[in-house]
Structures are given as structure tokens and as C-alpha cells.
Nanobody, 125 residues
């Protein structure tokens, strides 16, 4: 499985960005998808996850109400719509994928067997 994240860039505080994750796998519909982020000098944090069906989304506390995760099984892609961006959202964002039960393990980076290369998001005026 190869994951290609895109859509990062420089945006002003309060702005929006949409990250995309293109997957190269025939069984994309079987994968639970997620996003993590890592800022310089900090640990990798859970951002959002969604089940293989494209339902049951979960979000980290710091992004609830501002970010929306979605999954398009027809196009083998997942997305992260980010609004009301803040400077503290600045980080490298990683697209991740995993098969299996979609329980509380969704919040752990260890659950995800496949990771994309990351895309930089910088929120600054």
C-alpha cells in the first residue's frame, strides 16, 4: 500500500486547507484511514480517523469542530478538510491506513501499518 498525501501549504490564521490522500491499493475499501501530525520538537499527535465504510469519524480534541475527515472508496482517497486554522496547527500531516477492528486503537499510531510521506501545513500571517 502506498499513500500519497498532498494539499499542504502556507495559510493565514483563520484560513482553510484541504488535504488529500491518494492510495494505491486494490482493496482500499477495506482500510480504515486516519491523519496524524507532528510539529518540530513534539510528539506525533492523532488528528482524525474514519472507518473503512467512511463512517464513525473521530477527532483529536484540539481539532474537533474545525476539521472534517472523509473517505471516497470509489476514488481510493481520503481527505481532511481543515477550517479556522490556527498557528498551533502548523505541522507535518501524515495520512495513515490500517485494516482490522476500528476500536479505541484508532487513536494510536501503532495501529496503522501504512504511512504516507507527509505534507507540510504552515499557519502564519
Amino acid at each position: 500500500v502506498q499513500l500519497q498525501a498532498s494539499g499542504g501549504g502556507l495559510v493565514q490564521p483563520g484560513g482553510s486547507l484541504r488535504l488529500s490522500c491518494a492510495a494505491s491499493v486494490r482493496t482500499f475499501g477495506a482500510f480504515n484511514m486516519g491523519w496524524f501530525r507532528q510539529a518540530p520538537g513534539k510528539e506525533r499527535d492523532f488528528v482524525a480517523a474514519i472507518s473503512w465504510r467512511g463512517s464513525d469519524p473521530s477527532y483529536g480534541d484540539s481539532v474537533k469542530g474545525r476539521f472534517t475527515i472523509s473517505k471516497d472508496n470509489g476514488n481510493d482517497a481520503a481527505y481532511l478538510q481543515m477550517t479556522s486554522l490556527k498557528s498551533e496547527d502548523t505541522a507535518v500531516y501524515y495520512c495513515v491506513a490500517a485494516r482490522g477492528p476500528f476500536g479505541t486503537n484508532r487513536y494510536s499510531p501503532d495501529y496503522y501499518e501504512h504511512w504516507g510521506q507527509g505534507t507540510q501545513v504552515t499557519v502564519s500571517s
